[in-house]
């Protein structure tokens, strides 16, 4: 099930819980990647919010989002650099992307393999991408109300074990929003310190969200047919050897024709 597009607008650019998050979650962006000058950066999913810092910079940045999720017009004040996809089959080259952002998009998407192997595709050799997915065991996934109570939400052992299954090599991983994800001036007037708590305290229980970083690999060799072999296989097609296995009938009568010639003998 996926997110609508006007709900995550709403809650990112109107509400202050999802501006909070929005600030949480972009300073962690940018503690991975300082800088994205004369890069290409693509965001798949609801990444738009994360992706501002890299107009200025960036040699072109593209928001990616799905059917299923619906596409809105991004930046509003400006031209647009934002696109409706497929969520497996996005309108890019191969090898052409050099920063990637997923956020909203993993964990709410039916074929999650199917869309690691189509970032894979998109990204080239040594690029990087950021998952950003609902903590398992964080506050945020248990609530509903905000975008990260809907869908499957991963441990970072699950997210790291995606990522290398479809050609990345896991670089760092970090988590954000530590604060609780409640809507009231009261608790979000400590959001911001919380948030600088927990980044000292937790690197990743706590946090609402899990941010892994990871490199795209050189495809390596597949060894083809079964990984561990039997030392003795089974061969199907060869004859049945003459003295086999006997019925257990055949194998007493025989028992008793040898007893009756020693008696006699």
């Given at each position: ?11 990112y650019?109107?509400s202050a819980?999802g501006?909070?998050a929005?600030?949480a ?9 300082p800088?994205?000058?004369g ?7 609801f ?5 501002r ?6 040699r ?16 509003a004040?400006a ?6 996809v497929?969520?497996?089959n996005?309108?890019l ?11 909203h998009?993993v964990?709410?998407?039916?074929r ?9 595709r998109?990204?080239?050799i040594?690029?990087?991408v950021?998952?950003?997915?609902p903590?398992?065991?964080g506050?945020?996934?248990r609530?509903?109300?905000?975008p990260f ?6 441990s970072?052992g699950?997210?790291?074990?995606l ?8 670089d760092?991983?970090s ?8 809507d009231?001036?009261s608790?979000?007037?400590w959001a ?11 690197r990743?229980h706590a946090?609402?969200v899990?941010?892994v970083e ?8 597949r060894?083809?047919?079964l990984?561990v072999?039997?030392r ?8 049945v050897r003459?003295?086999g ?5 055949r194998k007493?009568?025989?028992?008793r ?5 020693r008696?006699?003998?």
């Amino acid at each position: 099930m996926h997110q609508d597009v006007c709900f995550l607008r709403d809650f990112y650019y109107t509400s202050a819980l999802g501006r909070a998050a929005q600030k949480a979650m972009r300073d962690r962006l940018r503690a991975f990647w300082p800088s994205v000058a004369g890069l290409s950066v693509a965001g798949f999913g609801f990444a738009a919010p994360l992706l501002r810092p890299c107009l200025q910079d960036a040699r072109r940045v593209i928001a990616l989002m799905p059917a299923q999720q619906g596409v809105m017009h991004w930046p509003a004040e400006a031209a647009n650099h934002s696109v409706l996809v497929e969520e497996t089959n996005w309108p890019l080259a191969s090898d052409s992307i050099d920063r990637l952002v997923v956020l909203h998009g993993v964990e709410t998407s039916e074929r999650p393999a199917a869309l690691m192997a189509e970032a894979a595709r998109v990204l080239k050799i040594g690029a990087k991408v950021v998952l950003i997915l609902p903590n398992r065991s964080g506050l945020w996934a248990r609530r509903d109300g905000t975008p990260f109570g809907l869908g499957r939400p991963y441990s970072l052992g699950q997210v790291e074990t995606l990522l290398v299954e479809h050609g990345f090599a896991v670089d760092s991983h970090s988590a954000a929003l530590f604060f609780p994800p409640r809507d009231r001036a009261s608790w979000l007037r400590w959001a911001m310190m919380l948030e600088n708590m927990g980044q000292k305290l937790s690197r990743y229980h706590a946090g609402g969200v899990l941010l892994v970083e990871a490199t795209r690999v050189a495809d390596a060799p597949r060894p083809s047919g079964l990984n561990v072999r039997e030392r003795k296989p089974l061969r199907i097609l060869d004859p049945v050897r003459a003295g086999g296995t006997q019925p257990a009938w055949r194998k007493g009568q025989r028992h008793r024709a040898a007893r009756h010639i020693r008696n006699t003998g």
